[in-house]
């Protein structure tokens, strides 16, 4: 069974750091790009980051670029800097193809 | 903004067929997926490259393409089907998701 479980997230200020982590099972990882998509309260989905498996090509949402970074090694990253109180959201990692998703982590920003 | 339009809400009653669809420019060059996401959980994948069912999913769902829309249905609507529903595709270099406003199914 494919299992993708997040972890990181929590309160922070303006300004602020944070970095999100999502740890795959069952699936030969090194073989899948992956996303991060994002949720924020009451609204729809946000794509926010794509890397690549091999070689590991990152995009990302014009709303986030130049602040967050995706990386991975045998985990899949977000470095959140410079938050805003405009990312906050519930963040998700998901495959390509969306066939699986991680159970989604929140981040908060606010003062 | 959202390079994908669906209709914010759709009602239908239980045994009912229900369509949900979404339009955007990308469509007739990149594949569409579509997702059913109930409150406090992640999105489940429903269908896959515009009319691909994962395994695991009910038959009654199934999808649909002609042009700029795609189109979900549920034959047969059950009370559990009651969820949000997002439709993703890509940009057209393939390099980004792009997603649909959500579509909130009432059943009524």
């Known amino acids: 069974e494919v299992q993708l479980v997040q972890s990181g997230g929590g309160l922070v200020q303006p300004g602020g750091s944070l970095r999100l982590s999502c740890a795959a099972s069952g699936l030969l990882f090194s073989d899948y790009s992956m996303n991060w998509v994002r949720q924020a309260p009451g609204k729809g989905l946000e794509w926010v980051s794509h890397?690549?498996?091999?070689?590991s090509v990152t995009y990302y949402a014009d709303s986030v670029k130049g602040r967050f970074i995706i990386s991975r090694d045998n985990s899949l990253y977000l470095e959140m800097n410079s938050l805003r109180v405009e990312d906050t959201a519930v963040y998700y990692c998901?495959?390509?193809?969306?066939?699986?998703w991680g159970q989604g982590t929140l981040v908060a920003v606010s003062s | 903004s959202h390079e994908l339009t669906q209709p914010p809400s759709v009602s239908v009653s239980p045994g009912q067929t229900a369509r949900i669809t979404c339009s955007g420019d990308v469509l007739p060059k990149q594949y569409a997926y579509w997702y059913q996401q109930k409150p406090g959980q992640a999105p489940i994948l429903l269908i896959y490259?515009?009319?691909q069912r994962p395994s695991g999913v009910a038959g009654r769902f199934s999808g649909s393409t002609s042009g700029t829309t795609v189109t979900l249905t549920i034959s047969g609507v059950q009370v559990e089907d009651e969820a949000d529903y997002h439709c993703?595709?890509?940009?057209?270099?393939?390099?980004?998701?792009?997603f649909g406003g959500g579509t909130k199914l009432t059943v009524l």
């Open positions: 490259k515009d009319i």
């Open positions: 890397i690549g498996s091999r070689p």
């Open positions: 998901a495959t390509e193809g969306g066939a699986h």
């Open positions: 993703q595709s890509a940009d057209s270099d393939g390099h980004y998701w792009v």
